[in-house]
Nanobody, 125 residues
Framework: QVQLVESGGGLVQAGGSLRLSCAAS????????MGWFRQAPGKEREFVAA????????SYADSVKGRFTISRDNPKNTIFLQMNSLKPEDTAVYYC??????????????????WGRGTQVTVSS
C-alpha cells in the first residue's frame, strides 16, 4: 500500500511559478514510476508528466513541455513538479500518481496503482 500526499498548490499570477511536492509513504518507493495528472473544471483528468522509478527518464504532455520539470528524491520518498511560466489554462487540481514498474504506461490512467487526493493550482490572468 502506498499513500500519496500532495502539497504546494495555490494561487499565482500568469507568468509565475509554483513547486508541487508529493510525499509517499509505504515501501518500495523506488519501484514505482511516478507522475502528475491534472483535472480542470468540466474537463477530464489528463496526463502532465512522468518520471522513471530511477529518475533516469522523464516525459511530458506537449502543453507543459519546456515549462514544467518533474524530479524525484528516492531517499526521501518524494517527487516534485516545478511549474514555470504558468498560464491560466494550467488552472486545475493536480494529482500525484504511482505505477508499479509502469513508466512506459504512465500516460494512461488505467496504469495507475495509487492516487493522491490532489492540490489546487489557480493561475490568474
Amino acid at each position: 500500500q502506498v499513500q500519496l500526499v500532495e502539497s504546494g498548490g495555490g494561487l499565482v499570477q500568469a507568468g509565475g511559478s509554483l513547486r508541487l511536492s508529493c510525499a509517499a509513504s509505504g515501501r518500495l518507493f523506488s519501484s514505482y514510476a511516478m507522475g502528475w495528472f491534472r483535472q480542470a473544471p468540466g474537463k477530464e483528468r489528463e496526463f502532465v508528466a512522468a518520471i522513471h522509478r530511477s529518475g533516469s527518464s522523464t516525459s511530458y504532455a506537449d502543453s507543459v513541455k519546456g515549462r514544467f520539470t518533474i524530479s524525484r528524491d528516492n531517499p526521501k520518498n518524494t517527487i516534485f513538479l516545478q511549474m514555470n511560466s504558468l498560464k491560466p489554462e494550467d488552472t486545475a487540481v493536480y494529482y500525484c500518481a504511482a505505477a508499479y514498474f509502469g513508466y512506459n504506461r504512465m500516460y494512461s490512467q488505467a496504469a495507475i496503482d495509487y492516487w493522491g487526493r490532489g492540490t489546487q493550482v489557480t493561475v490568474s490572468s
